[in-house]
């Protein structure tokens, strides 16, 4: 079957590096996805890595390590409006209609 | 451009009535899919489609039904709603080809009480 294991919770100051961590467990492995979400609102897209590697978009990176089954969101000069929930996902490549496989999400929580 | 939009916002059902949730995209997306997310549970795939008249069940699919009689909706039907069935429902959709990311989009999010 497929897993994904990710922290329930982080804490952090504001101006702070956060690093979310992500490990996975899937056949068919295509890529890892990073979702946020506010409280009370919809996901909303971050990151996406198909390789191994860092990705960077401004204040947030992602990391993949395929052979290790891993990867990480990193999110640096930590604001206030960072406080969500963070999901890590999967495309596998074995799931119809490329619908993606959710972890249990990361409620990060920043405070000044 | 609406995106994605879901209706109703809130609902509040009694155990054993129906009701049909609505979602709807403006992106001329192939792919459409309906989640549930319950607190620690992430999202779950309860139904999925990969184009107009085309439907199939994804995780937690049992307890639901789904039509996509138009490539713009995707509709999610409770037919004997149970309290399990408490939950946020979101729709998503996604363009179709196999370019990178994959991003999907979500609607809004549909609150189910059932009591």
């Known amino acids: 079957g497929q897993s994904l294991e990710q922290p329930s919770e982080v804490t952090a100051v504001e101006g702070a590096i956060v690093q979310i961590n992500c490990t996975y467990q899937?056949?068919?492995?295509?890529?890892l996805s990073w979702y946020q979400q506010h409280d009370g609102g919809a996901p909303t897209f971050l990151s996406y890595?198909?390789?191994?590697g860092l990705e960077e978009t401004g204040r947030f990176s992602s990391f993949l390590s395929r052979s290790d089954s891993y990867g990480y969101l990193l999110l640096q000069e930590l604001q206030m409006k960072d406080s969500a929930s963070y999901f890590c996902?999967?495309?596998?490549?074995?799931?119809?209609?490329?619908?993606?496989?959710f972890g249990k999400g990361t409620t990060l929580s920043v405070s000044s | 451009n609406a995106g994605v939009t879901q209706t109703p916002k809130f609902r509040v059902l009694k155990t054993g009535q129906s009701m049909t949730l609505l979602c709807a995209q403006d992106?001329?997306?192939?792919?459409m899919y309906w989640y549930r997310q319950d607190p620690g549970m992430g999202l779950r795939l309860i139904h999925y489609?990969?184009?107009?008249?085309?439907?199939a069940k994804g995780e937690v699919p049992d307890g639901y039904n789904v039509s996509r009689l138009k490539k713009q909706n995707f509709l999610l039907g409770l037919e004997s709603a149970a309290p399990s069935q408490t939950s946020v429902y979101f729709c998503?959709?996604?363009?179709?080809?196999?370019?990178?990311?994959?991003?999907?989009?979500f609607g809004p999010g549909t609150r189910l009480t059932v009591t």
């Open positions: 992106m001329n997306h192939e792919y």
């Open positions: 890595n198909g390789l191994d």
């Open positions: 996902a999967v495309r596998d490549r074995w799931q119809a209609g490329t619908a993606l496989i």
């Open positions: 489609s990969v184009g107009e008249g085309t439907t």
């Open positions: 998503a959709s996604r363009q179709t080809g196999t370019s990178e990311p994959y991003e999907q989009y």
């Open positions: 899937t056949s068919g492995f295509y890529g």
